[in-house]
């Protein structure tokens, strides 16, 4: 069987939430243990320069990042988990792709394209406020993902672009220099992996500042969980399932059994606040084995730092051979 390599990287600007949880990291994990993959997760602490420009908040985010998926059980031994910004090829690779970009395609990306757009409607000169690092974002993303000879890239919708344009980029390199030095990758869209409503109900997310923390103290999980917004309806009354941030929540973290209960109490009328505190049990079951590994690591971030060197070294056993030909 052909080995599939799998390749995504995250963004370290923020601390992890149960939405990165859900959505990002536990579909990750359970996929890297599948047999014939080779999966290469990193931390994108360069890209995050792009937004978050306080040095001490990317330092913070890429080591709580790091903990999180080492707590959640990322096994470095059989994956490729390394910094960004610990691979000197993937800036060198982004010198090479630029002079094969089309600028005319970087133009059109939506990032850039977006933000374009608000300066015309806020009546500003069309690139104020935006650096060149949103504008040449594709081209280092198809670096990190080139580099490594990546066949699938797990990514949210937003981001397909991206990838079409790495293989856009890729395979005018191929063409340019008359050698297939790069594997053209695809984006893989999970449409099966939940996207966690926030505590007000609208898509959980840093932006919103509705998120739950990943690994708050019990206390703080259960005050948040607890504030979580649900309309009126009294104990007693039947309540909706169908649009239900609270029942959402409970089935990306419940058994099937569990939800199908769950489901019941709704339509007899469960009270909110008991509804609201056997999420917090099932939420809580899961976390707090990982919670326990995730604090250990915070307490160590020289252990988080042999890991990522370690994780370095292997991704650039890889990254400078290539380079080297490349060159
Ligand atoms: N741009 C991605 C995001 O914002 C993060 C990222 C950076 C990435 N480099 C990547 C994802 C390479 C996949 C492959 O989510």
Redesign the pocket.
């Given at each position: 069987m052909k080995t599939v390599r799998v390749?995504?990287?995250?963004?370290t600007s923020g601390t992890p939430h149960l939405g990165n949880y859900a959505g990002a990291i536990r579909p990750a994990i359970a996929a890297s243990r599948a047999a014939g993959t080779e999966s290469f997760y990193?931390l994108?602490d360069y890209?995050a320069l792009i937004k978050v420009q306080d040095p001490a908040r990317v330092q913070r985010s890429t080591l709580e990042i790091a903990a999180a998926w080492l707590a959640c059980g990322l096994d470095p031994d059989t994956v490729w988990f390394y910094r960004?910004s610990d691979i000197p090829e993937i800036p060198e690779l982004t010198w090479l792709l630029t002079c094969v970009a089309g600028k005319g395609l970087l133009n059109r990306a939506h990032a850039y394209k977006a933000a374009v757009d608000k300066n015309t409607a806020e009546g500003n000169d069309d690139d104020a406020g935006i650096n060149a690092g949103l504008f040449m974002?594709p081209v280092?993303?198809a670096a990190?993902?080139l580099l490594f000879g990546?066949h699938k890239?797990?990514?949210?919708r937003?981001?397909v672009q991206?990838?079409e344009m790495?293989r856009d980029f890729g395979a005018r390199f191929n063409h340019i220099y008359g050698h297939a030095y790069f594997t053209l990758?695809e984006a893989v869209v999970e449409e099966s992996v939940a996207t966690l409503p926030g505590l007000d109900g609208r898509k959980m997310s840093k932006s919103y500042d509705n998120t739950i923390a990943m690994f708050a103290d019990p206390a703080t999980l259960k005050k948040q969980i607890m504030a979580l917004i649900t309309d009126s309806k009294a104990p007693g009354e039947a309540k909706d399932t169908e649009g239900s941030a609270l029942f959402q929540l409970y089935q990306a973290f419940a058994t099937p059994l569990q939800t199908a209960a769950m489901r019941t109490a709704f339509a007899d009328g469960i009270a909110w606040g008991e509804a609201k505190q056997q999420l917090f049990a099932v939420i809580d079951a899961e976390i707090a084995p990982m919670r326990e590994r995730y604090n250990a690591l915070m307490a160590d971030p020289a252990a988080i730092e042999r890991i990522l060197q370690a994780g370095a070294a292997k991704a650039r056993a890889i990254a400078t051979p290539l380079l080297q030909e490349l060159r």
């Open positions: 390749l995504t990287g995250i963004t990193f994108a890209h960004q974002y280092w993303m990190d993902i990546a890239v797990p990514v949210g937003d981001q991206h990838i790495a990758p």
